[in-house]
DNA sequence: ACAATTTGACCGAT
DNA sequence: ATCGGTCAAATTGT
């Protein structure tokens, strides 16, 4: 219950960065119609990357510093290996991202060049599609942690919502995403801190947040695993990022990620 | 024969 | 009691 509070400032500092990004989108629109020419409109352009930049920051910190309830170490579960650390994810970071694919069968776009293995399918109360989960093809022999779960969007069946649970350890680990991810991670606050043994966390990244950060860097996927299943629930950001109004951000970012690149990805971190 | 996927059951959290 | 996540036996694919 506490919280929100605090973050107030940053959400409407950053909703307001939106407003201006939306309303130098239309300026843009407006400007191309007319002149051919675009000096004004180059301008807008480093205009408007400036305060996308802005509020990628914002939101990023308002969604990446966990909400306090640090310290619980909720339990060292004892007992059940297996089971043990499955449910209590709590306090383990994950990262989040959404894939379009170019087409329905278009799976290979979801795959991020790492080995998985499905281990599961559950339909997911309120979700049209049901949510696969994955785990490291190498969990028995390497004893890798590495898990995600893939969900497909109920109204945009190209959408699928990708999240990423604990690091890889066996030898994907040296995957030049994997790695990135890790040592991203490892910045985020709150998160370093504990990211000895068992679940370092892992995420492989790729996409969106350089994307977004450099707007220009062309982003690739390589292919491997087959998932089967993805899915994502439409793109909630304020589900991802709960200090978010629900309202205009929502769309704002979908519109301006989604459309403007194509297969396009991206990622939250948050702390679960 | 081995590896990956499917699917129902089980378990912990809420 | 319900839901989400995982396990493991059965099935399917290579």
Known sequence: MDGYGSYGGEKSALASELAQVLAMVRELEARMDQDPLPAAARELCAELASS???????????????????????????????AAQSKRRKGTPCVRRQLRAASVQDAAALDDGLS???????????????????????????????????????????LHDVVYHGAHTCAQAAHPSAQQLRQELQLQPGHGAQEDQASPLALETEGLRAALLEPMTPY????????????????????????????????QFEELFTNAMEPFQWDLYTAN
């Open 52 to 82: 996308v930049d802005r509020s990628i920051r914002i939101a990023r910190s308002c969604c990446v510093d966990s909400p306090a309830s640090g310290s619980g170490s909720p339990r060292s579960d004892g007992g059940n290996a297996g």
């Open 220 to 251: 690739s996927f390589a292919t491997v695993a087959g998932a089967g299943a993805g899915a994502s629930a439409g793109a909630d950001f304020a589900g991802w990022c709960p200090l978010l109004s629900p309202t205009a951000l929502d769309w």
């Open 116 to 158: 998985w293995r499905k281990y599961g399918q559950k339909d997911i109360l309120g979700a049209k599609y049901p949510r696969a989960y994955f785990r490291c093809t190498y969990r028995h022999s390497q004893g890798c942690l590495a898990t995600k779960h893939v969900q497909r969007a109920d109204g945009d069946p190209l």
